[in-house]
């Protein structure tokens, strides 16, 4: 079930739940502690937006029906499915046209920032506004406005995905040779220049797979889904995804102290 399908099924139980809600509108969205406008939203045909974790677990809890349910997972609305306080789904774009990663960004300043990322980070791309095609498509900008002066900032990704640059195969099929040189001459610049405050490691992907995530320090962890993200905040579980994220370093084939050489390498192959 893809998000469109599953908001529109969350949509209908709603709608459920708010005719037979006993003591009227009013009434539950005050015990759900929600406004008017985001009743509207969740309700809108136009929108596909759902409740975080905690307003999904509060709307079971006051109609007496399941997450589950209203989420469609299943056709019995009796029982009650426990949704951690820990996990809840963050959009990426919010409805003010704010992201939540400046907020996120702003409570790790100090701290270790680990990423693993979709494609080509945000802060090693000359031209993730003026040319998309670099970044083969990539859309996060998990490192803006990053300061290296305030945040040690460590990324570990496949070294596929640089080999495909160079190549221009993969998502970089097709484009502009020039382009692509440009944007590993440039990514081989930023990794030399601002070693070690910035690590890059590039491990091998036919031998290791990660998902896309982002440690940000002790607070939390943030693994990208498309358009949102899957926001964790359990201390046991941070600490889970930086073994991990360790582990991948401790698999790259080459070292960020080593990335600028193998950077510049692949930008001179470019054909």
């Known amino acids: 079930m893809d998000r469109r399908d599953l908001s529109t099924g969350f949509k209908d139980r709603l709608a459920q739940v708010l005719a037979s809600h006993p003591a009227g509108k009013g009434q539950f969205l005050r015990d759900v ?5 985001a009743l509207s939203q969740f309700l809108s045909p136009d929108s596909d937006r759902l409740p975080r974790a905690e307003t999904l677990r509060r709307i079971a809890q006051v109609s007496g029906v ?8 299943e056709n019995a609305p009796e029982g009650r499915q426990e949704v951690a306080e820990s ?3 963050e959009q990426e774009v919010q409805v003010d046209g704010s992201t939540p990663l400046d ?3 702003s409570a790790a300043s100090g701290f270790k920032l680990r990423y693993v990322p979709s494609t080509l980070p945000d802060i090693v791309s000359f031209s993730a506004e003026t040319v998309p095609d670099a970044r083969g498509g990539g859309v996060e900008n998990v490192l803006e406005q990053v300061s290296l002066d305030d945040m040690d900032v460590e990324i570990a990704m496949p070294v596929q995905t640089v080999q495909d640059l160079s190549a221009r195969t993969g998502l970089w099929r097709g484009a502009d040779p020039e382009q ?5 001459t440039y990514m081989a610049g930023v990794c030399r220049q601002n070693y070690p405050a910035l690590r890059l490691h590039l491990y091998d992907g036919t031998q290791t797979f990660s998902a896309p995530f982002t440690v940000f320090g002790k607070q939390r962890v943030a693994l990208y889904i498309g358009d949102a ?3 964790i905040s359990s201390p046991d579980q941070i600490r889970g995804f930086a073994r991990q994220f360790d582990r991948l370093v401790r698999r790259a084939i080459i070292g960020a102290d080593m990335v600028h050489e193998r950077l510049e390498e692949l930008a001179a192959q470019v054909r």
């Open 103 to 105: 907020q996120w960004r």
């Open 229 to 231: 993200y899957l926001v």
């Open 180 to 184: 692509c040189r440009d944007q590993l």
């Open 33 to 37: 502690r929600m406004d008017r406008s």
């Open 87 to 89: 996990v809840q789904i």
């Open 66 to 73: 399941s997450v589950d349910w209203l989420l469609c997972l």
